[in-house]
T-cell receptor, first 118, second 115 residues
Framework: AQKITQTQPGMFVQEKEAVTLDCTYD???????LFWYKQPSSGEMIFLIY??????QNATEGRYSLNFQKARKSANLVISASQLGDSAMYFC???????????????FGKGITLSVRP | DTGVSQDPRHKITKRGQNVTFRCDPI?????LYWYRQTLGQGPEFLTY????????KSRLLSDRFSAERPKGSFSTLEIQRTEQGDSAMYLC?????????????FGPGTRLTVL
Protein backbone atom coordinates (compact mmCIF):
# COMPACT_ATOMS: atom_id res chain seq x y z
CA ALA A 1 0.00 0.00 0.00
CA GLN A 2 1.10 3.54 -0.65
CA LYS A 3 0.53 6.70 1.34
CA ILE A 4 1.15 10.32 0.36
CA THR A 5 1.29 13.13 2.89
CA GLN A 6 0.93 16.79 1.99
CA THR A 7 0.51 18.86 5.14
CA GLN A 8 1.39 22.40 4.13
CA PRO A 9 -1.41 24.91 4.56
CA GLY A 10 -2.16 27.23 1.67
CA MET A 11 1.06 28.54 0.18
CA PHE A 12 1.68 32.06 -1.07
CA VAL A 13 4.52 33.20 -3.30
CA GLN A 14 5.43 36.43 -4.98
CA GLU A 15 5.45 36.42 -8.75
CA LYS A 16 8.89 35.53 -10.22
CA GLU A 17 10.08 33.93 -6.98
CA ALA A 18 10.67 30.21 -6.41
CA VAL A 19 8.47 28.04 -4.19
CA THR A 20 8.80 24.52 -2.77
CA LEU A 21 5.78 22.29 -2.22
CA ASP A 22 6.37 19.42 0.20
CA CYS A 23 5.48 15.78 -0.27
CA THR A 24 6.38 12.77 1.84
CA TYR A 25 5.44 9.22 1.00
CA ASP A 26 5.40 5.74 2.40
CA UNK A 27 5.43 2.45 0.53
CA UNK A 28 6.57 -1.13 0.89
CA UNK A 29 7.21 -1.48 -2.86
CA UNK A 30 10.91 -1.65 -3.72
CA UNK A 31 10.31 0.20 -6.97
CA UNK A 32 7.86 3.06 -7.42
CA UNK A 33 7.14 6.26 -9.30
CA LEU A 34 6.29 9.69 -7.98
CA PHE A 35 4.17 12.22 -9.88
CA TRP A 36 3.08 15.81 -9.44
CA TYR A 37 -0.13 17.15 -10.92
CA LYS A 38 -1.60 20.63 -11.06
CA GLN A 39 -5.35 21.20 -10.77
CA PRO A 40 -6.57 24.70 -11.66
CA SER A 41 -10.04 25.83 -10.64
CA SER A 42 -11.38 24.38 -13.92
CA GLY A 43 -10.84 20.92 -12.42
CA GLU A 44 -8.58 19.18 -14.93
CA MET A 45 -5.53 17.37 -13.52
CA ILE A 46 -2.44 18.42 -15.46
CA PHE A 47 0.67 16.21 -15.33
CA LEU A 48 3.80 18.16 -14.38
CA ILE A 49 6.71 15.87 -13.59
CA TYR A 50 7.72 12.27 -12.86
CA UNK A 51 10.48 10.74 -10.73
CA UNK A 52 11.31 7.04 -10.71
CA UNK A 53 12.64 5.61 -7.47
CA UNK A 54 15.77 4.28 -9.17
CA UNK A 55 16.46 7.37 -11.25
CA UNK A 56 19.94 8.65 -10.47
CA GLN A 57 19.14 12.29 -11.06
CA ASN A 58 16.35 14.54 -9.86
CA ALA A 59 13.74 15.14 -12.54
CA THR A 60 13.35 18.53 -14.22
CA GLU A 61 10.71 19.80 -16.65
CA GLY A 62 11.07 23.44 -17.60
CA ARG A 63 10.35 25.52 -14.48
CA TYR A 64 9.51 22.40 -12.46
CA SER A 65 12.06 20.30 -10.64
CA LEU A 66 11.68 17.52 -8.15
CA ASN A 67 13.86 17.41 -5.05
CA PHE A 68 13.90 13.65 -4.47
CA GLN A 69 15.38 12.42 -1.19
CA LYS A 70 14.85 8.68 -1.11
CA ALA A 71 16.17 8.07 2.39
CA ARG A 72 13.83 10.70 3.78
CA LYS A 73 10.97 9.50 1.55
CA SER A 74 10.34 12.98 0.29
CA ALA A 75 9.64 14.27 -3.22
CA ASN A 76 9.25 18.03 -3.05
CA LEU A 77 8.22 20.04 -6.10
CA VAL A 78 10.17 23.22 -6.80
CA ILE A 79 8.62 25.82 -9.08
CA SER A 80 11.05 28.47 -10.22
CA ALA A 81 10.09 31.95 -11.43
CA SER A 82 6.45 31.67 -10.34
CA GLN A 83 3.79 33.02 -12.68
CA LEU A 84 0.23 34.13 -11.95
CA GLY A 85 -0.99 31.12 -13.92
CA ASP A 86 0.69 28.80 -11.40
CA SER A 87 -2.07 29.55 -8.88
CA ALA A 88 -3.80 26.18 -8.43
CA MET A 89 -4.00 23.03 -6.31
CA TYR A 90 -0.95 20.78 -6.54
CA PHE A 91 -1.14 17.05 -5.90
CA CYS A 92 1.65 14.60 -5.23
CA UNK A 93 0.90 11.01 -6.26
CA UNK A 94 2.65 7.67 -6.44
CA UNK A 95 2.28 4.19 -7.84
CA UNK A 96 4.11 1.00 -7.03
CA UNK A 97 5.76 -1.36 -9.51
CA UNK A 98 5.45 -4.80 -8.03
CA UNK A 99 5.18 -6.27 -11.50
CA UNK A 100 4.34 -5.17 -15.01
CA UNK A 101 0.78 -3.91 -15.12
CA UNK A 102 0.16 -4.43 -11.42
CA UNK A 103 -0.70 -1.65 -9.02
CA UNK A 104 -1.44 0.74 -11.84
CA UNK A 105 -3.53 3.01 -9.68
CA UNK A 106 -2.20 6.29 -8.43
CA UNK A 107 -2.43 7.17 -4.75
CA PHE A 108 -2.82 10.92 -4.21
CA GLY A 109 -2.19 13.26 -1.33
CA LYS A 110 -4.73 15.85 -0.21
CA GLY A 111 -3.07 18.59 -2.21
CA ILE A 112 -1.63 22.02 -1.53
CA THR A 113 -3.16 25.32 -2.62
CA LEU A 114 -0.66 27.70 -4.18
CA SER A 115 -1.47 31.37 -4.69
CA VAL A 116 0.89 33.57 -6.68
CA ARG A 117 0.78 37.24 -5.78
CA PRO A 118 1.51 39.92 -8.41
CA ASP B 1 -3.30 14.98 -30.53
CA THR B 2 -6.56 15.28 -28.62
CA GLY B 3 -6.61 14.68 -24.92
CA VAL B 4 -8.97 12.70 -22.72
CA SER B 5 -12.56 13.86 -23.04
CA GLN B 6 -15.47 13.32 -20.67
CA ASP B 7 -19.16 13.83 -21.09
CA PRO B 8 -21.14 15.41 -19.55
CA ARG B 9 -19.06 18.00 -17.73
CA HIS B 10 -21.78 18.61 -15.18
CA LYS B 11 -24.70 16.48 -14.07
CA ILE B 12 -27.39 17.35 -11.56
CA THR B 13 -29.72 14.55 -10.58
CA LYS B 14 -32.21 13.65 -7.91
CA ARG B 15 -31.50 11.01 -5.33
CA GLY B 16 -32.48 7.57 -6.55
CA GLN B 17 -31.94 8.29 -10.24
CA ASN B 18 -29.39 6.49 -12.41
CA VAL B 19 -26.61 8.39 -14.15
CA THR B 20 -24.04 7.40 -16.78
CA PHE B 21 -20.79 9.12 -17.62
CA ARG B 22 -18.63 8.63 -20.69
CA CYS B 23 -14.86 8.84 -21.09
CA ASP B 24 -12.94 8.87 -24.37
CA PRO B 25 -9.23 8.24 -23.77
CA ILE B 26 -6.29 9.41 -25.84
CA UNK B 27 -6.55 7.31 -28.99
CA UNK B 28 -3.41 5.18 -28.66
CA UNK B 29 -3.78 4.58 -24.93
CA UNK B 30 -4.80 1.07 -23.93
CA UNK B 31 -5.18 1.75 -20.18
CA LEU B 32 -8.11 3.65 -18.73
CA TYR B 33 -8.80 4.64 -15.12
CA TRP B 34 -11.69 6.11 -13.16
CA TYR B 35 -11.17 8.20 -10.01
CA ARG B 36 -13.50 10.07 -7.70
CA GLN B 37 -12.60 13.35 -6.06
CA THR B 38 -14.57 14.95 -3.25
CA LEU B 39 -14.14 18.52 -2.09
CA GLY B 40 -10.81 19.20 -0.44
CA GLN B 41 -9.43 15.74 -1.17
CA GLY B 42 -7.18 14.18 -3.75
CA PRO B 43 -8.60 11.79 -6.33
CA GLU B 44 -9.35 8.25 -5.14
CA PHE B 45 -9.01 5.26 -7.43
CA LEU B 46 -12.20 3.49 -8.50
CA THR B 47 -11.32 1.09 -11.30
CA TYR B 48 -8.87 0.32 -14.09
CA UNK B 49 -9.12 -1.22 -17.57
CA UNK B 50 -6.46 -2.59 -19.82
CA UNK B 51 -8.05 -2.73 -23.24
CA UNK B 52 -11.54 -4.12 -22.56
CA UNK B 53 -10.59 -6.05 -19.43
CA UNK B 54 -11.43 -4.57 -16.05
CA UNK B 55 -8.37 -5.55 -14.03
CA UNK B 56 -8.86 -3.83 -10.71
CA LYS B 57 -11.74 -2.40 -8.71
CA SER B 58 -11.58 -0.41 -5.50
CA ARG B 59 -13.71 -1.22 -2.49
CA LEU B 60 -15.13 2.27 -3.07
CA LEU B 61 -16.90 0.83 -6.09
CA SER B 62 -20.08 -0.40 -4.45
CA ASP B 63 -22.65 -2.63 -6.13
CA ARG B 64 -24.41 0.48 -7.39
CA PHE B 65 -21.42 1.37 -9.54
CA SER B 66 -20.54 -0.36 -12.78
CA ALA B 67 -17.95 0.46 -15.39
CA GLU B 68 -17.49 -0.90 -18.88
CA ARG B 69 -15.10 -0.56 -21.76
CA PRO B 70 -16.73 -2.81 -24.34
CA LYS B 71 -14.40 -2.39 -27.32
CA GLY B 72 -11.29 -1.21 -25.53
CA SER B 73 -11.87 2.38 -26.56
CA PHE B 74 -14.34 4.60 -24.68
CA SER B 75 -15.60 3.71 -21.22
CA THR B 76 -18.80 4.34 -19.30
CA LEU B 77 -19.35 4.63 -15.56
CA GLU B 78 -22.89 4.10 -14.34
CA ILE B 79 -24.20 4.86 -10.88
CA GLN B 80 -27.55 3.35 -10.00
CA ARG B 81 -29.90 4.68 -7.33
CA THR B 82 -27.72 7.71 -6.67
CA GLU B 83 -27.23 8.95 -3.12
CA GLN B 84 -26.19 12.37 -1.89
CA GLY B 85 -22.83 10.91 -0.91
CA ASP B 86 -22.14 10.21 -4.57
CA SER B 87 -21.80 13.94 -5.21
CA ALA B 88 -18.22 14.38 -6.39
CA MET B 89 -16.00 15.00 -9.40
CA TYR B 90 -15.51 11.84 -11.45
CA LEU B 91 -12.21 11.86 -13.28
CA CYS B 92 -11.09 9.62 -16.10
CA UNK B 93 -7.46 9.09 -17.08
CA UNK B 94 -5.62 7.08 -19.71
CA UNK B 95 -2.07 5.88 -20.26
CA UNK B 96 0.07 3.80 -22.58
CA UNK B 97 1.69 0.51 -21.74
CA UNK B 98 5.02 1.89 -20.58
CA UNK B 99 6.06 -0.16 -17.62
CA UNK B 100 8.39 2.36 -16.11
CA UNK B 101 6.54 5.61 -16.20
CA UNK B 102 2.96 4.94 -17.30
CA UNK B 103 1.95 8.57 -16.90
CA UNK B 104 -1.79 8.99 -16.54
CA UNK B 105 -3.36 11.87 -18.43
CA PHE B 106 -6.64 13.12 -17.07
CA GLY B 107 -9.80 14.44 -18.63
CA PRO B 108 -11.69 17.53 -17.43
CA GLY B 109 -13.94 15.46 -15.17
CA THR B 110 -17.69 15.15 -14.67
CA ARG B 111 -19.05 17.00 -11.68
CA LEU B 112 -22.03 15.16 -10.21
CA THR B 113 -24.48 16.82 -7.84
CA VAL B 114 -27.13 14.63 -6.25
CA LEU B 115 -30.03 16.58 -4.76
Amino acid sequence: AQKITQTQPGMFVQEKEAVTLDCTYDTSDPSYGLFWYKQPSSGEMIFLIYQGSYDQQNATEGRYSLNFQKARKSANLVISASQLGDSAMYFCAMRGYLSAGANSKLTFGKGITLSVRP
Amino acid sequence: DTGVSQDPRHKITKRGQNVTFRCDPISEHNRLYWYRQTLGQGPEFLTYFQNEAQLEKSRLLSDRFSAERPKGSFSTLEIQRTEQGDSAMYLCASSTRDYRQDTQYFGPGTRLTVL
